[in-house]
């Protein structure tokens, strides 16, 4: 797949027909209140939806119920017995390096912005580290899960942000296309998967290109859910560079947005890590994923973690070592990997379960004018932008 300025211009004027109708649908017709009143009680999988659901978001909740068709099961399996193996460092992945990726992106800072608020960054790390442990769980696909209905929900939440900004006239969508977009959704699917397993790399994590495959073919299966079309997404990872690498280009820069939600991050993280001593882990290990040219672009400072910060792979391949060549071993650092995930995730969400609820309206003052072998060690495709 060939992707241009314009084949990327033509993927911003796109949004998500299904989502965007459903939304549009029950604001005109009053009914978000009660839809967000009564999803509350829809948190799993096949379970009967509430009397009294509106009509339009009952339709919409049986059409998006079950994952698309084309499904490969087998690989699913492969992408939830790597993210069981790595599921500590891709949480780390995707708070300090995924998160800060989009921050550097102006405009879509701005749309989380308007999605959260700036005083609330518990609550959109919260969402994002709940839904990424929904994902892959035995289960996420079956009935009694909590995924299928968290993505159907975070779906409405993207339909409802572009349904604000366009109907209060606070998005040029001459200039920049529809809000959250499809050229947006594919990034963020790519800043979930490429991106993770580009940090994974420079974390010096052994993994196999079977394992990586999966991973990326997990977060396909994710953006079907979410609306994003799966015809304009990269098939491989070397087509998910090209892309990534262009978008980037395109679109990221330095903004008083993305400077406040990575200050956030750090304080929120910093708040997470146990005394003082490592907090400036944080911002090292921010800085180390994505690079000084962003990270000065997002104000991450300097610390006396950022040479030492540079030995976690070294660190990491002895603790894989011991995996490597002992059951037991491996058994306890899975453990700790999942024990890690839950405390960090049970901070952040502070014992709530997250609901996604449709905003009624957005911020005032917002405006834009493994068990899989651990062979045939997989590398990164290299960038294609000088």
Sequence with gaps: MTYTEASMDALRQAGDELADATVATLFERGQVGVFNSLMRYVSTAGAPLPDGLPDVARDYLEATRVPPSWVDWAEMEKARLFFIDNNVHISTALSFASMPACYVVPHMAKLLSAAHGLKYPSKRMAETGQFTVYLMQPDAFEAGSRFIPAAQKVRLLHASIRHHLKRENRWDTDVLGAPICQEDMIAGQMFFSLLVLDSLHRLGIHMSQEGAEAYYYAWHVVGAMLGVDQDAVPKTLDEARRFLDLYMVRHM?????????????????????????????????IRYLIGDTCADWLNVPHTRW????????????????????????????????????VFELSSLTRGRVMHYAIPEQLKKDYGISSTVPRTRQWTPPAATLS
Aim: charged residues 20%; aromatic residues 6%; glycine residues 8%.
């Design 253 to 285: 820069g330095p903004s008083a947005e993305g400077t406040h939600l990575t200050r956030q991050l750090i304080d929120l993280y910093e708040e997470v890590v146990p005394g003082t001593f490592f907090d400036p882990i944080v911002s090292a290990l």
């Design 306 to 341: 950022d040479a030492v910060v540079k030995a976690v792979p070294h660190l990491l391949g002895v603790l894989e070592t011991i995996e490597d060549h002992s059951p037991l071993g491996a058994w306890a650092l899975d453990r700790l990997g999942h024990l890690t995930t």
